[in-house]
């Protein structure tokens, strides 16, 4: 028998870093944000919500390539992260790769079939694809 999956624990010191690092990256402190987070790093770098929020800050910074580095890497340690699996969709759809969106978003839905953002955001990339049916369909599911 195998252990239960799910996501590593956090130790207090960790949750800390990581929720002073949150409150800074709502208030818009980025700078506050950024030394709570490297130091989150340097006691989980291998966590993957550490990882998702770097891609976070990275993201709020405009620094997409960081950011789906950091998110790319998150998903190597726990690949079913729903967030990350759609702030990456987010990141190709800006790139204007929608089939690389879709899948990501595919994924985040068979990981959380009921979220709507997920729903919402593939109802916008089979948009722009032409792909009106499932379009609505998708727009549809993510407003029920």
């Known amino acids: 028998m195998s252990a239960p999956q799910g996501p590593p624990a956090l130790s207090p010191k960790l949750q800390k870093e990581l929720s002073k690092a ?19 790093y340097r006691l989980a770098p291998g966590n993957p919500e550490v990882n998702y929020v770097r891609g976070l800050l990275a993201d709020r910074k405009g620094d997409l390539a960081a950011a789906q580095s950091s998110w790319e890497r ?3 340690l726990d690949p079913k992260h729903g967030l990350t699996l759609q ?11 929608f089939v690389s969106a ?7 839905l068979q990981v959380e079939p009921n979220s709507w953002r997920a729903h919402e955001l593939l109802s916008i990339v089979l948009f722009r694809q032409a ?14």
């Open 22 to 40: 949150a409150e800074a990256l709502q208030s818009n402190k980025l700078e506050e944000a950024q030394r709570h987070l490297d130091a989150a």
């Open 74 to 76: 998150t998903l190597s």
């Open 87 to 97: 702030a990456l969709a987010t990141i190709m759809a800006r790139k204007g790769d």
């Open 102 to 108: 879709q899948g990501y978003l595919e994924r985040a």
């Open 131 to 144: 792909n009106f049916a499932e379009a609505v369909n998708q727009a549809e599911r993510s407003s029920s």
